[in-house]
Nanobody
Framework: QVPLVESGGGLVQAGGSLRLSCAVS????????MGWYRQAPGKQRELVAA???????NYADSVKGRFTISRDNAKNTVYLQMNSLKPEDTAVYYC??????????WGQGTQVTVSS
C-alpha cells in the first residue's frame, strides 16, 4: 500500500489556482507533521508549507499569502491550496509525512507548471 498519494497538479496560467491533495494511508501512525515540498529543475527540494498535529502552520516566505495548507483528519487528507500562481512556482510538488519518531514518508510527486 502506497503511504502517500498525491493528486491535483497540472498546467495553469500565471495568476491561476490549483489545489493539491495528499491522501494518507492508514498504515502510517502517529504523524506529527504533514508538509508539502517542491523541487524545480536544477534546484534543491524546499519546504513550501507544513502543518503539525497541533494545528500550527508555517510557510516559505515565497508563498505566504498565496498558499494555504490544511488537513481533513476525517478523510486522512492534507491539501495545498495555491492561488496567484507564478511561473517560479513551477516544480514537482511532494507530500511529506513525518511521524513522532522521525520517520519520513514521501509521495510520488505531482507536477505543477505555471505558464507566463
Amino acid at each position: 500500500q502506497v503511504p502517500l498519494v498525491e493528486s491535483g497538479g497540472g498546467l495553469v496560467q500565471a495568476g491561476g489556482s490549483l489545489r493539491l491533495s495528499c491522501a494518507v494511508s492508514g498504515s502510517i501512525f502517529r504523524i506529527s507533521v504533514m508538509g508539502w515540498y517542491r523541487q524545480a529543475p536544477g534546484k534543491q527540494r524546499e519546504l513550501v508549507a507544513a502543518t503539525t498535529s497541533a494545528g500550527t502552520t508555517n510557510y516559505a516566505d515565497s508563498v505566504k499569502g498565496r498558499f494555504t495548507i490544511s488537513r481533513d483528519n476525517a478523510k486522512n487528507t492534507v491539501y495545498l491550496q495555491m492561488n496567484s500562481l507564478k511561473p517560479e512556482d513551477t516544480a514537482v510538488y511532494y507530500c511529506n509525512a513525518r511521524t513522532s519518531n522521525f520517520i519520513n514518508y514521501w509521495g510520488q510527486g505531482t507536477q505543477v507548471t505555471v505558464s507566463s
